[in-house]
């Protein structure tokens, strides 16, 4: 405990008042009162109330008690009053101060990510953020949880994301990108539009929790829409697939750091089962590469039976049922066009042929 804070000045006053009333009480009581008549008389003389005596002070020990609760108990009164009152004018002026520092700190900010919510997902993508060095602030309407995000060391606003005010002092006319992860998509949406007309350059990438929320978010202005729930089950379904590459690609500290790498690079690495009936099932690895014009090229071909073909021959045909490890600007992109019908590839609001 430190005396010098006012935390510290605090607790050290309280404790010393408990030190004086109890062995105020129980010098009363040694006097032959009852402990609800040497209690009760212990707290008229050290608050000062002075009601009255509850039995006469007769003989020179009770003199000496209740001189001594007196001088002990009001000087305590008097330095708990005082250590309260620095206690809350100190905490309110760090606040008013520090949310000042936070503000200055988030003008600063130039070519930054802004993070709309602090949730679940929020705080793995804040960690992630600050993993890769990238410059962000959160936006988050919650004054509590948004304190929880300072004390984590993060720059944090209390505000509303679909309040163009917050938008504003996040930086949103400065900033690179905005994630809006909030589990409510209508408010996903809506920050998304606004964010769209504050900035029309800045990319925009969004959560929603229905699959039909996706078309929304796309011509609400969003560049990319991540679906949690869809994500997840993918995942798993690659586990059960093929448990080997999904361990070797999710697991390892050396494939978190390339990852990382990766990603600074705008560039992700998937793994994508072939559908049956896909756009690129049945096509060669060269001929798929050609059709993603560059948005991706595969690096690893696993086949249903087992067989694992790294660095595969561009000859190669994918057939339904494998599992290809592609890298590229955007893995979501990479699952559309092998999930697209064979007469269209889409991903997003692009059309590929």
């Known amino acids: 405990m430190n005396f010098r804070s006012p935390g510290g000045t605090l607790c050290y006053s309280v404790l010393f008042m408990l030190v004086v009333i109890t062995i105020a009480t129980c010098a009363y009581i040694g006097a032959g009162w009852s402990f609800a008549d040497a209690s009760y008389m212990v707290l008229l003389t050290v608050y000062t109330v ?41 905490s309110q002026l760090q606040q008013i101060f520090g949310m000042k520092r936070m503000k200055a700190e988030v003008d600063k ?43 984590l060391g993060y720059l944090c606003l209390a505000g509303d994301g679909m309040d163009e005010r917050s938008l504003y002092d996040a930086g949103i006319t400065r900033a690179r990108s905005l994630a809006s992860v909030l589990p409510n998509d209508a408010a ?57 590459t999904s361990r070797f690609l999710r697991a390892g500290t050396k494939m978190q750091e390339l990852e990382r790498s990766l990603r600074s690079l705008g560039l992700d690495i998937t793994l994508v089962v072939v559908p049956e009936k896909g756009a690129l099932t049945g096509l060669t690895i ?11 090229f595969i690096v690893q071909l696993d086949r249903p039976g087992g067989e694992t073909v790294t660095t595969p021959d561009p000859s190669i045909r994918v057939q339904a049922e494998d599992g290809v490890v592609v890298v590229g600007r955007n893995g979501q992109t990479a699952r559309a066009m092998f999930e697209a019908p064979a007469e269209k590839l889409r991903a997003g609001r692009l059309t590929f042929r």
């Not at 930054?112 to 959160?138: N, P, S, W, Y």
């Open 286 to 296: 060269g001929e798929i590469e050609r059709k993603a014009d560059g948005r991706f």
């Open 109 to 151: 900010l130039d070519d930054h990510v802004i993070v709309v919510g602090f949730g679940r997902i929020g705080m793995m993508l804040a960690k992630e953020l600050k993993a890769g060095g990238m410059k962000f602030v959160v936006l988050e309407q919650d004054e509590s949880r948004a304190q929880h995000v300072r004390d």
């Open 50 to 90: 002075g009601y009255g005596e509850v039995h006469p002070i007769a003989t020179p020990y009770l003199h000496i008690v209740t001189v001594a609760t007196m001088i002990f108990g009001c000087t305590g009164m008097i330095l708990l009053t005082g250590a309260l009152v620095q206690f809350l004018t100190v």
């Open 188 to 244: 996903n949406v809506f920050i998304t539009l606004s964010a769209r007309s504050l900035n029309p350059t800045i990319e925009i990438i969004a959560r929603g929790e229905l699959p039909s929320t996706e078309s929304k978010l796309l011509q609400a202005g969003a560049n990319k829409v991540v679906l949690p729930t869809h994500i997840g089950a993918e995942r798993i379904a690659e586990m059960i697939l093929f448990p080997e």
